[in-house]
């Protein structure tokens, strides 16, 4: 990268050993397809009391707010992190739900937010405004296109406190909408470092990005149509400037970006998006005979390759560790 890009992205608050060896970050991050596609959040970093309306393709959204405000692209984290549940849960055959009952400390882990208590504060202040935020829309979520009102969840609820008021546990349930999006697999995988961009429009820029970049080599839009997808408030000549910033910091995951003739930005995917299949040492392949007496390790290697390639192929900073962990877990 760049001029030192990744220091203007949040430090990683809690490092962990590799891909596939810590339970909590088990659940790759995913992102609902629809509202990657279409302005639903607010970027705004003070309570947002506007009612925001988009109309593209055919699909109107109405995003109306409570008291408390319109729900920000920061209060997202909660929604990705239970859509990622979802889909972890799902992948594993187990049955689920719109409601889930998370720990409160592991949402906080997952999206690299502080743990203290001031993050707490905030992640229920998150609660308040996705469930108080209501949504107006014709968006197709699986094969379905509705019109109809909803919260972006349902409920939540605080099962557990500590002595110092901080919450342990909390059950949230989602709307219908955002649960047959999850049922229909209607989600995108998305890179860890999402949750390390400090800024709301960085965020929302690489939504997009990776929606309509997706495994292709580059997307091409005009700044036009980029600012109307992004719901920024900001007018078209900061917009652009902001974009220019962003492109000149180069710390965006995954994608490049850069400003091209006729007003129209070009992402470009970056090699990590494009990682090649980890390679193991012989000597990991013994180990792992040694945990599973008498198994196929060429077809366990195989196996675990397809679960990397399926899950976004994360660029993983030792594959040896990271095979080893995930046999450990199939022995456990």
């Known amino acids: 990268m760049q001029g030192g890009g990744r220091g203007a992205l949040l430090p990683d608050r809690h490092p962990t050993g590799d891909f596939f060896v810590c339970d909590i970050l088990d659940a790759i991050p995913k992102d609902d397809i629809g509202t990657m596609e279409h302005p639903v959040f607010s970027l705004a970093t003070r309570p947002d009391r506007r009612i925001l309306r988009y109309a593209r393709g055919g699909v109107e959204i109405t995003v109306t707010p409570s008291v408390k405000g319109l729900a920000t692209i920061h209060d997202k984290d909660v929604l990705i992190y239970c859509i990622s549940q979802l889909v972890a849960a799902l992948n594993a055959g187990r049955a689920v739900s719109r409601t889930l009952t998370l720990r409160a400390h592991d949402l906080l882990v997952a999206t690299n937010r502080e743990t203290s208590g001031d993050g707490y504060r905030r992640l229920r202040d998150a609660f308040e405004r996705l469930a108080g935020t209501r949504i107006t829309t014709n968006l197709v979520a699986g ?83 980029l600012h109307e997808k992004s719901g920024s408030a900001s007018p078209r000549r900061v917009f652009r400037a902001m974009l220019r910033q962003m492109a000149a910091s180069n710390h965006l995951p995954d994608y490049e970006m850069e400003e091209e003739a006729g007003d129209i930005i070009r992402f470009t995917s970056r090699a990590a998006v494009l990682e090649a299949p980890p390679v193991l040492r012989a000597e990991t392949l013994e180990k792992a005979r040694a945990l599973m007496p008498g198994a196929d390790v060429y077809a366990l290697e195989a196996e675990w390759r397809g679960v990397w390639a399926a899950t976004g192929r994360a660029r993983l900073r030792s594959p040896d560790a990271a095979f080893l962990g995930w046999v450990r877990k199939r022995v456990g």
């Open 143 to 225: 094969d379905y296109e509705t019109t109809a009102g909803f919260g972006l969840i349902e409920s939540w609820e605080i099962l557990r406190r500590t002595r110092g008021g901080r919450m342990i546990s909390v059950t949230v349930t989602l709307s219908e909408w955002l649960f047959r999006a999850v049922l229909a697999k209607s989600v995108l995988t998305i890179s860890r470092d999402y949750f390390r961009l400090r800024k709301p429009l960085e965020r929302r820029i690489y939504e997009l990005a990776r929606k309509h970049c997706g495994r292709q080599e580059s997307w091409r839009v005009s700044v036009a149509v």
